[in-house]
Every structure is written in C-alpha cells, then in structure tokens.
C-alpha cells in the first residue's frame, strides 16, 4: 500500500512544479531533491519516469542523500533551492523555508483536477496530509508524503516483575509512566545513532 501510495504523491507534488508550464512545448528540466532513506530511490526514479513519459517535455533530474537537509541548506541560504524537495528534520526544518518565504504555496495546484479520476488533487488525499505545514492561512504549503505508525516496544519481563499491564490508551500510558519513574526506571529509551526520531 505504502509503495503504491508514494508514488501517487510525489507526482501530485511535481504536477504542482509545473502547473501553467508542461502544456508548453518548451524544454523543462526540474530538479527533484529527496531523502534517501529506508524508502530507497526506486518508487521516486519510477515517478520521475513517467511524469517524463506523461509530458514529454520535462526532463526530472532526481538525486537523493540520507542527510539532504544538511545538503540542501546552504542552497536555500543561497536563494538556489531545488524545485522540488523532500526534506527530514535534519539541517532545515519546511517550518524555517516557509517562515523564509521560500515555499509556494500548491493551493492552486491542488484544486486542479487529478490524474484519470473525476476529482480534483485535494480531494485525492487524506485532509490531514495537506496541513502539516501551516502558516494559519488556507494555503497548502506541502503534502505529506508518507503517513507512519510509530510503535514503543516494551521489556515483557520487566513489566511481569513490577506487575504492570501495558496500557491500551494514552492516558494509561502516562500513568504508568509515573510508576516507571517511581521505580527509579526511565520511562522510554531511544537508540542514539539517528537523532531524527527522538523528535517522534
């Protein structure tokens, strides 16, 4: 689902590059800068295809990096940043480039109509992936590119030793973290080799 669902959104967010552009027969080349993470290059190569394919005169030059925020940053300090980005939390943050004025709003690109579906870009995704990003206006400044559940694993043993059942809710969960903490234990441990998901 995940690998069919990116590809879908990243051709949303290179649709958006080129509205008003690709009907003409100029020559357009688009930089396409990504993270190159667990996800891989493929699903982002295969989009980047067949955009090229669906507009014949665009030309995706599509490279990735496992710390592209830390790349890219002094090309926005520049004022020289790729047309299109997926940016991790590392270097510079999309709240930083919009607070810049760096970002364009794809509010208009979204209202246009998707591909083969009776339906307008916007009315293709998730409401809750076209406001991550927000200035408190209407704009939408991105569009999520992944949705993840991020999961806590827990020491069975140790939960059996104190008696303590593994919460079902948030609020259970807070609660017994105080019991955690009562026991001189810190409540959650993170592996320190990406800082990137502490932030999570």
């Not at 704009?139 to 059942?165: A, C, H, R």
Request: net charge negative; hydrophobic share 40%.
């Amino acid at each position: 689902m995940l690998k069919r669902l990116l590809p879908t959104l990243l051709a949303i967010i290179l649709l958006t590059c080129t509205v008003g552009v690709v009907a003409s027969a100029e020559q357009i080349e688009l930089e396409v800068a990504v993270f190159q993470g667990g996800f891989g290059l493929d699903h982002f190569q295969y989009v980047a295809r067949e955009y090229e394919r669906l507009h014949p005169n665009v030309k995706v030059n599509l490279w990735g990096n496992p710390r592209i925020g830390v790349v890219l940053r002094p090309r926005f300090l520049q004022g020289d940043p790729p047309d299109v980005v997926w940016l991790v939390r590392e270097g510079v943050t999309n709240a930083e480039l919009l607070r810049s004025g760096l970002l364009y709003p794809l509010t208009e690109a979204m209202n246009t109509p998707a591909y083969f579906q009776n339906k307008t870009w916007k009315e293709t995704l998730m409401p809750s992936t076209l406001y991550t990003l927000t200035d408190g206006s209407d704009n939408i400044w991105g569009v999520s590119l992944d949705l993840l559940t991020w999961n806590l694993w827990y020491n069975k043993e140790m939960f059996e030793q104190y008696g303590w059942e593994p919460p079902r809710t948030w609020d259970e969960w807070l609660k017994l973290n105080d019991k955690i903490k009562a026991k001189g234990i810190i409540p959650i441990a993170l592996q320190g080799k990406i800082s990137d998901y502490n932030v999570f």
